[in-house]
């Protein structure tokens, strides 16, 4: 494999052909197993058989063996519940069985346990896009729970998640009443996003879309206590991961 940023000619049907660029194989490296290959090819202008080359060549090598490294069960639970079994084998360079294997074993590990900022973190991050039963998965706790805790933050599924699972047909959303317009504008500049989204029964996702249709900004006061608390939080995260 020698990629270059040059040398792409495109095909008579309007495709990318030749060698890939490094930008090209970086940005397949971050959607392989999120995206599905058509998606991909799309994408990158490539047809799905020279994405399913690379696919081949980049993530050819030996298969490892041995312990399971913490940076490896990070990537696992990345890929959980986006992707199945054999391409997450792929990526980690594990065979499928030792993934199945880790897997049942991540899923032994739910129970009750009180929540952290760094767990707040990734709720956020995979409960829109990921089915509640493998979020549990992802961060050991029971389905309820994670339930429970999302709707206190407003969280929500996302709409391709929902279509994607649901009958095919456009997920629609509650249209914005002119009141709600006017309280989120008076709101917005200071307030923190789940509390208007309380306020509002609405998901975080929904004010934050709505505030920027709308090109609402945050005051410089909000912004300054906004960079506190994500110091907090990281400090916060760091300390639990020295724990």
Partial sequence: MTPTNGNQQPAQNGKRKGRWSFPEIEKLR??????SDVQIAKELNRTVQSVRRMVGKVFEGELKIGPWTAKEIRELKNYFGAADVDIIARILRRSEIEVGRKIMELQGHIRERPWTSKDVQQLKRFFGTRDSKDVSVILGRPIHRIEVKAEELCLAKDKGFQRRRGSGAPVRMPRWRPEEIELLCKLYPNEDNLAIATRLKRTVKSVVSKAHDLKLKKSENRLR??????VRARYEAEKEMGT
């Fill in 30 to 35: 971050r959607l392989y197993g999120f995206k």
């Fill in 225 to 230: 206590e906004m960079g506190r608390e994500n």
